[in-house]
């Protein structure tokens, strides 16, 4: 009987520290911890009869960002102006823009700059 309690009550502790490694590192992920804060993520699908990019910009931080501008290189520039706490932005490259990298500002000296990335190629989807 003692030996059972024991298995027990250290499977309770386990289920106990796992659940709180998980809700710790989503919690991270769901409350943000600076004021100001900027994520980048340029995605690039090239197809054997075209390419589509798009760049998402999001406010990862408490606090809302202004002077928020997006360089997609190239002399390419878009300003989006404000951008609300936890709000994201999804743009597109103009016509005949190199898409090798994005670099987006805002006010306050922040920088967030990305390479664009591709999404992996499946058989039987479209442009594998």
Do not use: C, W
């Not at 027990?8 to 911890?33: E, F, K, W």
């Not at 690039?44 to 798009?54: G, H, K, M, N, V």
């Amino acid at each position: 009987m003692k030996r059972y309690t024991a298995l027990l009550i250290a499977g309770v502790v386990a289920i106990a520290a796992i659940g709180t490694v998980v809700a710790v590192d989503i919690g991270r992920l769901a409350i943000p911890t600076k004021d100001h804060d900027l994520r980048v993520d340029p995605l690039i699908d090239r197809q054997s009869l075209f390419t589509t990019a798009r760049v998402t910009v999001q406010n990862t931080g408490a606090r809302d960002l202004t002077g928020v501008t997006v360089n997609f290189g190239g002399g390419d520039r878009l300003v989006i102006g404000d951008l609300a706490a936890g709000d994201q932005m999804i743009v597109s490259p103009p016509e005949g823009n190199p898409m090798e990298m994005v670099a987006v500002t805002a006010d306050g000296g922040l920088l967030a700059v990305g390479e664009y990335r591709e999404p992996p190629k499946m058989v039987g989807m479209m442009g594998s």
